[in-house]
């Protein structure tokens, strides 16, 4: 292949590559100048976006060198969560639209199969790029294709089981899988300089390969139990020094741990890899978060997600909030009960800053757990907690919480375990997008018997539903709010318990209801105002409770009103469907009564502005207006008649 050379090693780099042919052409000693180059486009573009920085500045050789030597995207490359993509966006064809990152009608955040073909798989959440590498490998060898499968994945994405069950599979079916492990926390190994890599090399090359084999063909003669014993010897031996005993024992050839910013040995460890291993491989490569940038270098934490900042000072340009967040409410709340009751505990899967959970750590470490990338076990974990008289706060984004549902049934709610569920990023996330929005618990908790479902409409119902979780024992319970600011109401000194299966009414009207669960109550509110101008009394009601629902106040609201409007946060089949339940199964919709259901819409939408996205799912003030007049048969010549 011909090698592009250049007599002026200052000429931009990165402008000449239109496709990802000519990376790969491009000559070997030209790769760290555009590293450079890559590096400081990224930066630019997240200064302008905001996203996900630190990841994505760690990768950049490690991207340059799989596009550089694998020939992509017929060779699948998948990265794992997503987190680190823009390096890898931008060499396949989205340079341009880079700066639309996280935008609505922009770039995705993440992987996307319908954004590119270089986009092998999908992600956004963690731990599942060796599953769908290991698909993809089954897939081509099925259909007799030529192809190599990369997973890269994080040391973060480690803690997760899903991991290990598809390193597992991998090794059993001796599948042709190259794992490379992104470790940007050292937290495995570090690697020792020149004879690191040096060994890297070796252990990845024909040669070493050939003896190894050599070896194993001679020891046969002697006998499988020898041949075995032997073989075992020196894997355990290679591992010692290499760090690679846990993944040898998988079936994985273990590599590294290497050096993830010295192109050389990448290059030269990727082509042996490429070339010479028939089996399962794992590389280790140790890269450092933020690199290149010295803001991110310096506070890795901070500069994992950012807002838009200042590329000179690294400032992020974080408005000053109106009213404390929803998640700071909880973990301040949740410090302030754990004062009250020592028995309190919190638990979050790798989340703690993201949950609140941070601040209970920091005054209750020793009631505090951080169990990594683990739902599944977090939920267990805390059923055992409760199982012998503890009280388990168990903190999970709803998009997460996901990923244990076998464990809330089964551990959790079948037991009828008071196991405590604080709910975050309920509903709408903005620029994460379809993901991480918080769609579903609603629905999938409110159809398990025995389980209490509340959404907290404001920063201090929030905190009466803290409280109340705290003194509820009777099995399970969960608490959802969303991302973001609260609505700016005066915080209780403490939070009181509710009556469970309580709501209450704010706005008394005669002709329509607006019954709402979680925060879309101010917008019902707004609405009230409106449809009152019309000449339309209109009651608003706080649910509080989609499970057990207060049938009283329902059945109040639906003999008493002409139109009855459920509002929700979240998927159908959720809060609208148990209320539909509960007015059908009692005669309610036998007689006049008009009913509708606003929930978010049956798609998956991708990211924008969160007033934006609300407005476009119906549950703003202009939506939930319209859905009510349009009940009533008011068409808009009637609306000004009503209004003068």
Same mark, same amino acid.
């Given at each position: ?42 930066? $630019? ?128 079916? $001796? ?139 690294? /400032? ?69 907690? /409760? ?43 903005? /620029? ?213």
């Amino acid at each position: 292949m011909r090698k592009l050379t250049t007599n002026a090693p200052e000429t931009p780099l990165l402008d000449g590559i239109t496709d990802i042919t000519r990376l790969r052409e491009m000559d070997d000693k030209l790769l760290p100048q555009l590293a450079g180059e890559l590096r400081a486009e990224m930066i $630019d573009a997240v200064s302008r976006t905001g996203g996900h920085l630190g990841a994505g500045l760690g990768v950049v050789e490690l991207t340059i060198a799989i596009h550089h030597v694998f020939n992509t995207p017929h060779d699948r490359l998948i990265w794992d969560v997503g987190h680190q993509c823009y390096p890898h966006k931008i060499l396949t064809g989205r340079r341009d639209r880079i700066r639309t990152l996280r935008q609505e009608d922009g770039l995705s955040g993440f992987t996307k199969r319908a954004e590119s073909d270089f986009d092998a798989f999908g992600a956004g959440h963690s731990s599942t790029s060796v599953s769908a590498g290991l698909g993809m490998v089954e897939a081509a060898r099925l259909q007799g294709i030529d192809r190599q499968v990369i997973s890269v994945i994080g040391d973060g994405a480690m803690s997760a089981g899903m991991a290990y069950e598809a390193l597992n599979n991998a090794g059993a079916i $001796d599948a042709r899988q190259i794992v490379i492990l992104n470790d940007n926390d050292m937290s495995i190994d570090q690697p020792t300089g020149a004879m690191s890599a040096y060994l890297a090399r070796m252990a990845s090359g024909a040669a070493y390969l050939g003896i190894r084999d050599f070896g194993k063909k001679l020891t046969a003669y002697l006998g499988r139990r020898v041949d075995r014993a032997i073989t075992r010897a020196v894997e355990h031996a290679r591992g010692y020094v290499t760090g690679g005993t846990l993944f040898e024992e998988l079936g994985f050839y273990h590599i590294g741990p290497i050096d993830g910013h010295d192109l050389p040995t990448l290059l030269a460890v990727l082509r042996n890899v490429r070339d010479n291993i028939s089996g399962p491989v794992l590389i280790h490569c140790v890269t450092q978060k933020g690199k290149g940038y010295a803001p991110a270098e310096q506070a890795a934490d901070k500069y994992h997600g950012v807002v838009k900042f200042d590329v000179i000072t690294g /400032a992020q340009a974080k408005p000053k909030p109106n009213a404390p967040s929803y998640t700071k409410v909880f973990g301040e709340t949740l410090v302030q009960e754990g004062r009250e009751d020592d028995r309190i505990v919190a638990i979050t899967a790798a989340m703690p800053s993201g949950t609140g959970v941070d601040l209970f750590q920091k005054e209750f470490p020793a009631r505090a757990y951080d169990v990594g990338i683990a739902e599944q076990h977090a939920v267990t974990f805390a059923a055992g907690l /409760a199982a012998d008289g503890m009280k388990p706060f168990t903190a999970i984004y709803s998009t997460f919480l996901q990923r244990a549902y076998d464990q809330v049934v089964h551990d959790v709610a079948i037991q009828k375990l008071p196991v405590r569920f604080p709910i975050d990023r309920a509903g709408y996330v903005g /620029a994460d997008g379809a993901t991480h929005a918080g769609a579903y618990d609603v629905a999938y908790l409110s159809c398990l018997p025995g389980f209490v479902v509340m959404a907290a409409s404001d920063e201090a119902e929030l905190r009466h539903m803290v409280r109340t979780a705290v003194e509820y024992d009777d099995g399970p319970i969960a608490f959802r709010y969303p991302r973001g600011e609260g609505v700016g109401v005066e915080l209780p000194e403490r939070g009181t318990a509710l009556e469970i299966g309580k709501g209450r009414v704010l706005r008394e009207g005669g002709k329509i209801a607006l019954l709402s669960l979680g925060t879309r109550l101010a917008e019902a509110l707004l609405a009230a105002e409106e449809l009152e101008s019309y000449g339309l009394p209109t009651t608003v009601a706080d649910a509080r409770f989609a499970k057990p629902l207060d049938h009283e106040m329902i059945a109040t609201l639906a003999r008493e009103h002409e139109v009855l409007i459920m509002l929700e946060e979240g998927a159908a089949g959720g809060f609208g469907a148990h209320v539909l339940q509960y007015l059908s199964t009692g005669g309610y919709l036998d007689g006049g009564l008009k009913v509708r259901s606003l929930v978010m819409p049956d798609v998956y939408m991708d990211q924008a502005g969160l007033p934006r996205m609300y407005a476009q799912a119906g549950l703003d003030k202009a939506g939930i207006v319209r859905t009510a007049l349009t009940a009533l048969g008011l068409d808009k010549a009637k609306r000004l008649d009503l209004r003068a």
